[in-house]
């Protein structure tokens, strides 16, 4: 069984930095996706950054471009989200999500997925 867990949420000020870590388990992960989407109160959950383990390419939306990063260390199994220059709406529950194949924007399409990790920048 795949488990994800996520750390490295908390309370920023705008403008502050903030780095997400998932950790999965369970399986090897040989061509998988990981991806970290959102979802603020009252909002549906939105895709924020996604990396394929084997080759480390990357996708982002277009509200997180240059300023958000996302890495992997394979030996770990662990997915990182730096987050730079943050501002208040980027306040949301992370979550971070796994799946077999190619990167898609789509939750729908993930199989796997953490507890979620707040995130609060305050203004």
């Known amino acids: 069984q795949v488990q994800l867990v996520e750390s490295g949420g908390g309370l920023v000020q705008a403008g502050g930095s903030l780095r997400l870590s998932c950790a999965a388990s369970g399986r090897t992960f040989s061509n998988y996706v990981m991806a970290w989407f959102r979802q603020a109160p009252g909002k549906e959950r939105e895709f924020v950054a996604s990396i394929t383990l084997d080759y480390g390419s990357t996708s982002y939306a277009e509200p997180v471009k240059g300023r958000f990063t996302i890495s992997r260390d394979n030996a770990k199994n662990t997915v990182y989200l730096q987050m730079n220059s943050l501002k208040p709406e980027d306040t949301a529950v992370y979550y971070c999500?796994?799946?077999?194949?190619?990167?898609?924007?789509?939750?729908?399409?993930?199989?796997?997925w953490g507890q979620g990790t707040q995130v609060t920048v305050s203004s």
């Open positions: 999500a796994a799946r077999r194949g190619y990167s898609t924007y789509a939750p729908r399409l993930y199989n796997y």
